[in-house]
T-cell receptor
């Protein structure tokens, strides 16, 4: 399968600071990337869909000013958690789909980034 | 009602057993069905990707979809301790529609 790289895998920050998480498709061009959040013992919660060169589409209840998403190229999407607070502590996972494959469903996931806000 | 329902387990089986993991879904528009394996503190890994009803086999894994009953299954033959993980089922209707995930079933294969 295709490879999606996510960085950093683990980050600890102080409350009030901003944290950027990168998601890269290494061997394919990802026209669409997805950002998920996962709480312990719960499933993946879609936060937003980012399309290369356009604004991200956020799911209901997700603060777009808190979670800034940029998809500036076909291989890179970034999620910035602004003014992070302890309740933002979670496991964030990105995934990518390619237009050359069967649309959304054949998603390839990054390794995830665990954010801990002190 | 959640669109995709999955028993969270945990499910414990002895090594070598046949494992059956199941999900039900409610959205008749779903056409594509996936199974992901997620190890602790890792991102999900795509195991099986199927379209419409029928069976698909890949090594020790068999995915089965019955659209008439809205039931999807994953069978693991000759289960190994390395199969211990959380298994997520997922579905979507096609194109670039949102994928809906189940809550995951935690599987433990005991040596």
């Amino acid at each position: 399968g295709a490879v999606v790289s996510q960085h950093p895998s683990w980050v600890i920050c102080k409350s009030g600071t901003s944290v950027k998480i990168e998601c890269r498709s290494l061997d394919f061009q990802a026209t669409t990337m997805f950002w998920y959040r996962q709480f312990p013992k719960q499933s993946l919660m879609l936060m937003a869909t980012s399309n290369e060169g356009s604004k991200a589409t956020y799911e209901q209840g997700v603060e777009k000013d808190k979670f800034l998403i940029n998809h500036a190229s076909l291989t890179l999407s970034t999620l910035t958690v602004t003014s992070a607070h302890p309740e933002d502590s979670s496991f964030y996972i990105c995934s990518a789909g390619t237009s050359g494959r069967a649309g959304t469903g054949e998603l390839f996931f990054g390794e995830g980034s665990r954010l801990t806000v002190l | 009602q959640k669109e995709v329902e999955q028993d969270p387990g945990p499910l414990s089986v002895p090594e070598g057993a046949i494992v059956s993991l199941n999900c039900t879904y409610s959205n008749s528009a779903f056409q594509y069905f996936m199974w992901y394996r997620q190890y602790s503190r890792k991102g999900p890994e795509l195991l099986m990707y199927t379209y419409s009803s029928g069976n698909k086999e890949d090594g020790r894994f068999t995915a089965q979809v019955d659209k008439s009953s809205k039931y999807i299954s994953l069978f693991i033959r000759d289960s190994q301790p390395s199969d211990s993980a959380t298994y997520l089922c997922a579905s979507y209707s096609g194109g670039y529609q949102k994928v809906t995930f189940g809550t995951g079933t935690k599987l433990q294969v005991i040596p």
